[in-house]
Nanobody
Framework: QLQLVESGGGLVQPGGSLRLSCAAS????????IGWFRQAPGKEREAVSC????????NYKESVKGRFTISRDNAKNMVYLQMDSLKPEDSGLYYC?????????????????WGQGTRVTVSS
């Protein structure tokens, strides 16, 4: 069974940090391009960042550049999203997903395996 599971979300104050984890089962992340998406209540899901098999990183949101960092640990079959200097507008449900074409396209229709999501709430 091909599966992705996110973890690491929670409640954090503005300016705080969280590290989200994405664990794969049934396939090898080393051979996959993995992206992070997020969706705030009442808003459309949007691409945040993606890491290719080569390690090349694609960032989609100008608002998170310099604050969010995607990385991978192939030995652990894990992908991470380190989030620093969090803002209330960063709140939402965060998903990791596998790119169908290995290209890290910025639209969710191009991803074929999704986790259940982990919730991030940034509030005072």
């Amino acid at each position: 069974q091909l599966q992705l599971v996110e973890s690491g979300g929670g409640l954090v104050q503005p300016g705080g940090s969280l590290r989200l984890s994405c664990a794969a089962s049934g396939f090898t992340l080393e051979n996959s391009a993995i992206g992070w998406f997020r969706q705030a209540p009442g808003k459309e899901r949007e691409a945040v960042s993606c890491i290719r098999r080569t390690g090349v990183i694609i960032n989609y949101k100008e608002s998170v550049k310099g604050r969010f960092t995607i990385s991978r640990d192939n030995a652990k079959n894990m992908v991470y999203l380190q989030m620093d200097s969090l803002k209330p507008e960063d709140s939402g449900l965060y998903y990791c997903a596998r790119s169908q074409n290995y290209a890290c396209a910025g639209y969710d229709v191009n991803y074929d395996i999704w986790g259940q999501g982990t919730r991030v709430t940034v509030s005072s």
